[in-house]
């Protein structure tokens, strides 16, 4: 049962732009903090950054810090949606979403996968150089 949906990777020039949508499936993760990763071929899987269940804070990987951009619908829509501009060659990677459903704030913040609880299938990012 997939629980968390992402969608609009592709490939983009470097220097271009991309938004990717996060969307639940089949309930609702209004309340909880929300996460993005992304992982490259031969690569462990790697924290972009993370939003609070209301929005209120953030925290970026310092590699995207002031390219990316997490925000969050929790009205109808109740998507989380990561923005990227500038990207680079070394942004390509298949991007995931995340849920933590019980992780301690700090844990949560600073992105370890290890308290996210509910992951999407993710999307696939190519950055041509």
């Known amino acids: 049962q997939v629980l968390l949906v992402e969608s609009g990777g592709g490939l983009v020039q470097a220097g271009g732009s991309l938004r990717l949508s996060c969307a639940p499936s089949?309930?609702?993760?209004?309340?909880?903090?929300m996460g993005w990763f992304r992982q490259s071929p031969g690569k462990e899987r790697e924290f972009v950054g993370t939003i609070t269940w209301s929005g209120e804070y953030t925290n970026y990987a310092d590699s995207v810090k002031g390219r990316f951009t997490i925000v969050r619908d929790n009205s109808k829509k109740n998507t989380a949606y990561l923005q990227m501009s500038s990207l680079k060659s070394e942004d390509t990677a298949h991007y995931y979403c995340?849920?933590?459903?019980?992780?301690?704030?700090?844990?949560?913040?600073?992105?370890?996968?290890?308290?996210?609880?509910?992951w999407g299938q993710g999307t696939q990012v190519t950055v041509s150089s």
């Open positions: 995340a849920v933590s459903l019980h992780g301690p704030m700090n844990s949560v913040l600073t992105g370890d996968p290890g308290v996210f609880d509910v």
């Open positions: 089949g309930r609702s993760f209004s309340s909880y903090a």
